[in-house]
C-alpha cells in the first residue's frame, strides 16, 4: 500500500465515520479501486477504527467525563440512566455481530453492488429524517432499543452507522442535538468491541502473513494520522449539519454514490 492510498482510506474513514455516507462501504469501494485483498488489509482496518473512536472521545471528552462521574456516583441520575439506554442500544448489534458473523463477512469482500444498494437505502432514510418536524422527545428505553436494532443492520457495508442511527432517532421525534449525542457515544463500545474481534482475527493469522503486514508501519501510521484529523473535523461538522437539518444533502450524495457503483459493476 502506497503512502497516498493510506492517506486517502484513512481520510475515507475518518470523513465516512461520522458523516453519513457509510464508512464501511467506502472503505469497501476505496479497496475495490485500489485491489486491497481484505486479509492484506485486515490490520490497516484496525488502526484506522482506533483513530475513528480516539477522534469521538477527543469531540465529546467533556460528554465523557460527566458520564463517568455521574456513573460513578453510584445512584440512580441522569448519567446512570443515560450509559443504561447505551448498553440496551448495543445489545441487537452485539448479538448479531457474534451470532452472523461469518454470514456478515461475506459482505465485506469488495462487493460493489451490494454497497451500492445499501447506499441508497442510506440515502432514503437521510431524506425521510430531514423532513421530520417534531423533534422534542428525549431518549427512553424502547427509542434506544429501536435505535440499536437500527445500528444492528448498519453493521452491513453501504449502510451508514451514523446516518442510519441518527436518522433513527429523528423519525422517532427525538431532539437533533441529543440524537447526534447519543448516537455518537452509542458507538463507542461497538468499535472498540470491533476492534477486539478485528485483532483476534489478526492474531489466529499465520505468523508469515502477520510478517508481511508489519513491514507496512509507515502506511499505517500515515493513515491512522489521517484519520484520526478527519474524524475530528467530521464528527465537529455532522453535530452542526445535524442542528440544522442539512441531512438531505447527504442524501442526495448517497444515492449519487450508489448509482455510479451499480454503473460500475456493469462494465
Wanted: hydrophobic share 55%; charged share 15%; net charge neutral.
Amino acid at each position: 500500500m502506497s503512502l497516498i492510498e493510506a492517506i486517502i482510506l484513512g481520510v475515507l474513514q475518518g470523513l465516512t465515520e461520522f458523516l453519513p455516507v457509510s464508512s464501511s462501504g467506502h472503505i469497501e469501494l476505496g479497496k475495490a479501486l485500489f485491489g486491497i485483498e481484505m486479509k492484506e488489509g485486515l490490520l490497516f482496518t484496525i488502526v484506522l477504527h482506533f483513530a475513528t473512536a480516539i477522534s469521538t472521545i477527543l469531540v465529546f471528552w467533556k460528554d465523557i467525563i460527566h458520564l463517568l462521574k455521574g456513573i460513578f456516583q453510584f445512584k440512580w441520575n441522569e448519567e446512570l440512566r443515560f450509559a443504561l439506554f447505551v448498553a440496551l442500544s448495543m445489545i441487537p448489534a452485539a448479538v448479531v455481530g457474534l451470532s452472523m458473523k461469518d454470514w456478515i463477512d461475506q459482505f465485506f469482500d469488495s462487493n460493489v453492488q451490494f454497497v451500492s444498494i445499501m447506499l441508497l437505502l442510506t440515502g432514503l432514510i437521510l431524506f425521510a429524517s430531514d423532513r421530520v418536524v417534531d423533534t422534542r422527545k428525549d431518549i427512553s428505553g424502547v427509542r434506544a432499543l429501536i435505535i440499536g436494532l437500527v445500528q444492528a443492520v448498519a453493521i452491513l457495508p453501504g449502510i451508514s452507522r451514523s446516518g442510519s442511527t441518527i436518522g433513527a432517532s429523528i423519525l422517532l421525534n427525538m431532539d437533533r442535538s441529543k440524537a447526534a449525542r447519543f448516537s455518537f457515544l452509542m458507538v463507542l463500545p461497538l468499535i472498540f468491541g470491533a476492534m477486539a474481534s478485528e485483532i483476534k482475527d489478526f492474531l489466529e493469522m499465520s505468523a508469515v502473513d502477520r510478517a508481511a503486514m508489519d513491514l507496512e508501519i509507515l502506511p499505517t501510521v500515515v493513515g491512522f494520522i489521517a484519520a484520526l484529523i478527519s474524524g475530528v473535523l467530521a464528527c465537529q461538522w455532522m453535530i452542526r449539519l445535524v442542528k440544522k437539518s442539512k441531512l438531505r444533502y447527504f442524501s442526495y450524495y448517497c444515492w449519487l454514490i450508489g448509482i455510479i457503483g451499480l454503473v460500475y459493476t456493469l462494465f
